[in-house]
């Protein structure tokens, strides 16, 4: 069984920082990367960054040059450094296990955590 929990999220002012943190446990070593995703009012779900085991990180667009994903695998923690932030970044941020192939990231579908919100203020 594996289990997600997140943390880190809060109100900023926009053009501050945040870091979530992802904290795994269980059995995620059959998963090769882990991804964050956010979750706005009345929009879907989407994929914010993710990385593999061996350390390959890749962006969405949208926050490429403000967000850094990394990994401490001594602490089993996945983080999020969020900076620049802007009020389209409030959402509810979620971390996954799942797999990355090439240029997808596949989301397992069970292994989600329960999230944390981020409110960026102008």
């Known amino acids: 069984q594996v289990q997600l929990v997140e943390s880190g999220g809060g109100l900023v002012q926009a053009g501050g920082s945040l870091r979530l943190s992802c904290v795994s446990s269980g059995n995620i070593f059959r998963f090769n990367a882990v991804g964050w995703y956010r979750q706005a009012p009345g929009k879907e779900r989407e994929l914010v960054a993710d990385i593999t085991t061996n350390g390959r990180t890749n962006y969405a667009d949208s926050v490429k040059g403000r967000f850094t994903i990394s990994e401490d695998n001594t602490a089993n923690t996945v983080y999020l450094q969020m900076n620049s932030l802007q009020p389209e ?4 941020y979620f971390c996954n296990a799942g ?10 579908t069970d292994y989600w955590g329960r999230g944390t919100q981020v409110t960026v203020s102008s």
């Open 99 to 108: 797999t990355r192939v090439r240029n997808t990231y596949f989301p397992s």
């Open 89 to 92: 970044d409030t959402a509810i």
